[in-house]
């Protein structure tokens, strides 16, 4: 099982993902902005951050971003969890924020579960 970081600015998002994660054996941590996600990333080093797209301050893409371009945590896969479903918004998901994934909201139990049991199996290596 692995160790995740949720990062949302909902509670309710946040609570719903994480008993979903925790109920297969994960261990899971939570931040409600982006700047505590950066500061938990290398405090926490998950296997896995699921990040909203829409935060107040900075953006769910500019986090990814900075996670991504920094020599000591970019090897972490990040995937987008966001309401955006445009094809535009996928591809600044994949070519400016540099996520691994991006995974649209609303999204069943089964889609989650799959879709992190997926990426854990399956890390990403850029750079």
Wanted: aromatic letters at 6%; a neutral charge.
């Amino acid at each position: 099982m692995g160790k995740i970081l949720v990062v949302d600015d909902e509670p309710k998002i946040r609570f719903i993902v994480r008993k979903m994660l925790e109920k297969e054996g994960h261990k899971v941590a939570e931040a409600k902005d982006g700047a505590e996600c950066l500061e938990m990333v290398k405090a926490e080093r998950p296997d896995l951050i699921l990040l909203d797209v829409m935060m107040p301050g900075m953006d769910g893409w500019d986090v990814c971003r900075r996670i991504k371009t920094d020599e000591a945590t970019k090897t972490i896969t990040v995937a987008m969890l966001t309401v955006k479903s445009k094809d535009e918004d996928k591809v600044k998901s994949f070519d400016e924020a540099l996520a691994d994934w991006h995974v649209v909201k609303p999204f069943t139990g089964k889609t989650l579960s799959r879709t992190v049991q997926w990426l854990l199996e399956r890390p990403f290596a850029r750079g």
